[in-house]
C-alpha cells in the first residue's frame, strides 16, 4: 500500500487567478514542497502557469507532481450550461493531460450565491434534471477520458445539488464505476451532517482520490444557525486542521489502511485570506501529524 499525500493552492486562501492579496504562485509552490508534500492540485486556472512546459520545470524544480486538475464551470442538470462545462473540460484536460495529472476532478456549480447565500437555482433536482445531471456527468468522463485519457473523480460539495450521503449514494447508484469515481472530501462530507469514516467503510471501491480536512463543530452549528453564506463559513473557520476538528482523522486513517487504500490523498484546508505566514505553519504542523498517524 502506497498512500501518496499532497495539498494545494486552497489551503493558501487561493480563491481565483489574479487576487493581488494572494501570495505569488512561485512561492506558493516553494511552500508547498517545504512542507513536505508530494503532489499539488492545480488550483484556479491562471494562478500556477498555463504554458505547460514551464509550470512543468517550476514543479520539477522542487520535486512537485499535478495530483489533479479541477472544472466547476455550471450546472450539470442545465442543458444550457453544458457548453461551458465542455468548454472547461477541453481547457483544463489539456492542461492536466500535458502536466501529466492523475485525475480530473469535476464539481457541480453552487445553488447559493457563495457571498450572499441567496438561492441561483433550486436545491433539490426533479426527476428530468436528475436525468439530465446524471447524463451530463458521465458525458464529460467520456469525453475527458477520450480526449485527454483522464481519470475523473466526482466531488461532492456543500450547496451542490450532490451534497449530502443521501445524494452521493443515489449518484452512485445512477453512475458506471467504470466511467466515473467520487472523490470523497472529509469536510464537506461532516459539513452536510455525513459520517466519513463510516461512509469510506462502504464505499472505498469507488473512491480512488480524497480530500482530507475537518470541521469545527462549534462553528459549524452557528453557521448552521444563522444559514449564513459560504464564504462567511470559510472566513470564520469551520474548516480546521485534520487534528483539531470534529472527525477523528487517526480513525480514518486506521480505515484507509485496512482498505489498502493506493490513492491520493490532498490536504485541502480551506482558508480565506490568511496572512501570508500562515499556511505554511499550519502545512507544516498538518504534514507532521499525518506522518504521526501512518499516512506517508
Not at 451534497?163 to 469536510?187: A, R
Not at 480514518?252 to 490536504?267: A, D, E, L, R
Amino acid at each position: 500500500m502506497v498512500i501518496k499525500i499532497g495539498t494545494g493552492p486552497d489551503s493558501w486562501g487561493i480563491s481565483g487567478p489574479n487576487n493581488p492579496s494572494q501570495i505569488d504562485w512561485k512561492q506558493c509552490i516553494s511552500e508547498i514542497a517545504q512542507a513536505g508534500y508530494e503532489y499539488t492540485e492545480l488550483g484556479p486556472i491562471g494562478y500556477f502557469p498555463t504554458d505547460p512546459i514551464l509550470l512543468k520545470e517550476e514543479l520539477a524544480k522542487v520535486n512537485l507532481k499535478l495530483s489533479a486538475v479541477t472544472v466547476m464551470a455550471g450546472h450539470l442538470d442545465s442543458i444550457a450550461d453544458w457548453k461551458d462545462i465542455h468548454t472547461a473540460l477541453l481547457k483544463t484536460g489539456e492542461l492536466g493531460a500535458e502536466l501529466n495529472a492523475l485525475y480530473i476532478v469535476l464539481i457541480d456549480d453552487f445553488y447559493r450565491d457563495w457571498h450572499t447565500g441567496l438561492n441561483k437555482t433550486e436545491e433539490i433536482l426533479n426527476d428530468d434534471q436528475w436525468k439530465i445531471f446524471i447524463e451530463n456527468s458521465q458525458l464529460f468522463s467520456q469525453k475527458a477520458k477520450e480526449y485527454y485519457n483522464l481519470k475523473t473523480v466526482f466531488h461532492p460539495h456543500a450547496e451542490t445539488h450532490i451534497e449530502t450521503e443521501s445524494h452521493i449514494e443515489k449518484f452512485l447508484e445512477c453512475t458506471d464505476p467504470n466511467l466515473i469515481s467520487l472523490l470523497l472530501d472529509t469536510g464537506h462530507h461532516a459539513y452536510r451532517g455525513g459520517d466519513p469514516i463510516s461512509f469510506f467503510e462502504k464505499y472505498h471501491h469507488r473512491i480512488p482520490y480524497i480530500h482530507l480536512k475537518n470541521v469545527n463543530l462549534k462553528i459549524l452549528s452557528e453557521i448552521k444557525d444563522k444559514k449564513s453564506a459560504m464564504i462567511e463559513a470559510v472566513s470564520k473557520k469551520v474548516f480546521c486542521e485534520p487534528y483539531k476538528g470534529t472527525i477523528d482523522i487517526s480513525n480514518f486513517s486506521k480505515s484507509v489502511k485496512k482498505h489498502n487504500y493506493n490513492g491520493v490523498i490532498t490536504v485541502e484546508q480551506d482558508m480565506y485570506k490568511p496572512d501570508h505566514d500562515v499556511p505554511l505553519k499550519i502545512a507544516m504542523k498538518t504534514r507532521h501529524y499525518l506522518s504521526e498517524i501512518g499516512l506517508g
